[in-house]
């Protein structure tokens, strides 16, 4: 079982900076792949980022592609996503989710816990 508690959110003008962080429960989070999703009011759950558990794999959305970067320090349980150049299309509530696998990381249904979300507003 693994708890993910998401932190960072706010609101942000265009062209700034924030970074999501998300703290998991759990002595085995470092055997999960993690991801990044985001829901914008009135459209559909989408992948942001994932890496794998080791971190030595990445992937990430086209539209975030340059600006956005996932990481993650399995000592200290979290996953992290710095987000440069906002944009205001960025708006979102993004969630942190973790799968036993690393395959498909950017399909939501690979995933097997999910926070609660934390909401990012950007601004034009």
């Known amino acids: 079982q693994v708890q993910l508690v998401e932190s960072g959110g706010g609101l942000v003008q265009a062209g700034g900076s924030l970074r999501l962080s998300c703290a998991a429960s759990?002595?085995?989070?470092?055997?999960?792949?993690m991801g990044w999703f985001r829901q914008a009011p009135g459209k559909e759950r989408e992948f942001v980022a994932a890496?794998?558990?080791?971190?030595?794999?990445?992937d990430y959305a086209d539209s975030v592609k340059g600006r956005f970067t996932i990481s993650r320090a399995n000592v200290k349980n979290t996953v992290s996503l710095q987000m440069n150049s906002l944009k205001p299309e960025d708006t979102a509530v993004y969630y942190c989710?973790?799968?036993?696998?690393?395959?498909?990381?950017?399909?939501?249904?690979?995933?097997?816990?999910w926070g609660q979300g934390t909401q990012v507003t950007v601004s034009s």
């Open positions: 890496i794998s558990w080791s971190g030595g794999m990445t």
């Open positions: 989710a973790a799968a036993t696998t690393s395959q498909g990381m950017g399909v939501a249904l690979e995933y097997d816990y």
């Open positions: 759990g002595r085995t989070f470092s055997s999960y792949a």
